[in-house]
């Protein structure tokens, strides 16, 4: 529990918040949303 509230907190869990929100908006702020979501997709099946 404690590691997903890291996760969560992290600039990783921040940028996975705004994807969540708003993709296209993330993505013009600079942040690689498809790359982003290829690794939380590997974490979540590892």
Known sequence: MR???R???SSFGRVLQ???END???E???F???TFRTVSTG???H
Do not use: E, Q
């Open 24 to 26: 296209f908006r993330a």
């Open 3 to 5: 590691l997903l509230l």
């Open 7 to 9: 996760i969560a907190k």
């Open 32 to 34: 690689r949303t498809v």
């Open 18 to 20: 705004a994807i969540r």
């Open 43 to 45: 974490l979540a099946v």
């Open 28 to 30: 013009a702020l600079g």
